[in-house]
């Protein structure tokens, strides 16, 4: 790729109709896991924790996932206050707004201090 563009894949899907899929820089998902995070450092991070013992590669794959699915859903909260500002850049203020605005998110309370 030159010049910052997207690689653009075409492929069929179940109609027969061709479908371009687009990768964007940093957004490789891992070979085979359709995961963005890798797998050894969520392991790494669960093997911190002094009370488990052993993680399966279920396990892991679960909480990679879990994290993944967490992580979009805070992204998209974040950026629906950023649109409702008209502006075009998620800040540490939207996602604080978010967090305070969302009762299941309470639990991040300060964690950005």
Same mark, same amino acid.
């Given at each position: 790729? #030159?010049?910052?563009?997207?690689?653009? *894949?075409?492929? !069929?899907? *179940?109609?027969?109709?061709?479908?371009?899929?687009?990768? !964007? @820089?940093?957004?490789? +998902?891992?070979?085979?896991?359709? !995961?963005? %995070? @890798?797998? #050894?450092? =969520?392991?790494? =991070?669960? $093997?911190?924790? @002094?009370?488990?013992?052993?993680?399966?590669?279920?396990? &892991? %794959?679960? &909480?990679? /996932?879990?994290?993944?699915? %967490?992580?979009?859903?805070?992204?998209? +909260? #974040?950026?629906?206050?950023?649109?409702?500002? $008209?502006? /075009?850049?998620?800040?540490?203020?939207?996602?604080?707004?978010? =967090?305070?605005? =969302?009762?299941?998110?309470? %639990?991040?309370?300060? #964690?950005?201090?």
């Amino acid at each position: 790729m #030159a010049g910052g563009e997207s690689e653009t *894949n075409a492929s !069929l899907n *179940n109609n027969g109709v061709e479908a371009a899929t687009e990768e !964007l @820089p940093g957004e490789e +998902e891992e070979k085979g896991s359709g !995961l963005r %995070f @890798p797998l #050894a450092r =969520i392991k790494r =991070i669960m $093997k911190a924790d @002094p009370e488990l013992g052993l993680a399966s590669q279920d396990a &892991v %794959f679960l &909480v990679a /996932k879990a994290t993944e699915l %967490f992580v979009e859903s805070l992204a998209l +909260e #974040a950026y629906h206050y950023t649109s409702q500002s $008209k502006k /075009k850049t998620v800040s540490r203020r939207d996602v604080d707004h978010c =967090i305070d605005a =969302i009762e299941a998110l309470a %639990f991040l309370d300060g #964690a950005m201090d």
